[in-house]
């Protein structure tokens, strides 16, 4: 089995990079829609993996979730997307208005793993302003990117299997928002791609039971 893993920022693909291997491809997109969309094509093209993870940061949308929590996404949408009537907001006319991370791998997960929505956009959201007008369209919304829709959303295209795993790196709208997201990456960000590590030796062990 391969499994290809994406990140948007090198900071978060050098703590994934303990994962490469045979079975695991790891990968720098840059920070956006485009680039994550042309970084999964080409790792679907050269590499023909079963499984693309996105991994990487979001901004926690609900109260209940808090900095280091990881969020898998149930469903992906984007927050910036208006093709008009009769599409719904969100959705690229000619394609579903939510993406989905593959049902098959989601019981490899933690149980302490919250299961959600989660938007992408390209705008980083930092003010209560701009997460009032996220969840206007998408109250349930757990958790907001600048990628996850768009590998999501590459991944139908080429009918390759898809799993968004995302960590709480800040609240947006918070009073010292900036320095919130900074001390993320300080005190709790290695101690969360634990949980990713699990998540791959399960995967990995179920397919050499099988072979």
């Not at 993870?53 to 927050?79: M, W």
Request: aromatic share 8%; hydrophobic share 40%; net charge negative.
């Amino acid at each position: 089995m391969k499994i290809a893993i994406i990140a948007a920022m090198d900071k978060e693909a050098t703590l994934l990079k303990q994962f490469a291997g045979d079975d695991v491809v790891v990968a720098t997109s840059g920070i956006g829609k485009v680039a994550a969309a042309l970084k999964t094509a080409e790792i679907i093209h050269n590499h023909h993996p079963d499984l693309i993870i996105n991994s990487g940061v979001s901004g926690g949308l609900q109260p209940s979730l808090e900095i280091g929590d990881v969020v898998c996404g149930k469903t992906i949408a984007y927050h910036d997307v208006w093709c008009g009537n009769p599409n719904l907001y969100g959705q690229v006319q000619g394609f579903p208005p939510f993406y989905a991370s593959d049902a098959g791998f989601v019981p490899f997960l933690n149980q302490d793993i919250k299961n959600g929505l989660i938007v992408s956009g390209d705008k980083f959201i930092s003010s209560p302003d701009d997460q009032a007008d996220i969840l206007k369209h998408f109250p349930d919304a757990l958790a907001v990117d600048m990628e996850s829709a768009a590998v999501a959303q590459t991944c139908y295209i080429y009918q390759t299997p898809c799993l968004v795993l995302r960590l709480i790196s800040d609240t947006p709208g918070v009073e010292h928002h900036q320095k919130q997201y900074d001390r993320f990456w300080e005190t709790a960000a290695e101690k969360s791609f634990t949980n990713l590590k699990e998540f791959l030796t399960k995967v990995l062990d179920a397919n050499s039971s099988d072979d």
